[in-house]
């Protein structure tokens, strides 16, 4: 499995058209794209400006099928207006423990 962190801050006064924009890629990813395992996406409590996306792919055939569908590029076009140019850090790296819902017994 393939795990993809984003950090990102967006910029305020576009925070409703990135949350719109983020919620139809984060949506569309989990429910068009079989290889998405899981799609997170998270708001910083202190800096509401600040996003922490959790995705984890089967493989990275699925992670490159995802940066090639249509609603990704829908969603650079956004995130190209609504993040602060240069915050946008993305880390690749192999999921090694996961602990899917339901398996505490």
């Not at 576009?14 to 890629?25: E, K």
């Not at 708001?43 to 600040?50: E, F, G, M, V």
């Not at 990275?60 to 090639?68: I, Q, S, T």
């Amino acid at each position: 499995m393939i795990a993809l962190i984003v950090s990102l801050h967006v910029v305020p006064e576009r925070l409703d058209d990135f949350t719109a924009a983020i919620a139809t890629n984060a949506e569309r990813t989990f429910t068009d794209e079989p290889g998405c395992l899981s799609f997170d996406v998270t708001q910083d409590l202190a800096d509401p400006h600040h996003f922490v996306f959790y995705e984890l792919y089967a493989d990275e055939a699925a992670v490159a099928a995802h940066r090639a569908a249509p609603h990704f590029a829908q969603w650079r076009e956004a995130a190209d207006r609504c993040v602060l140019p240069g915050s946008q850090v993305n880390t690749v790296s192999t999921m090694r423990f996961h602990h899917p819902e339901g398996a505490r017994t």
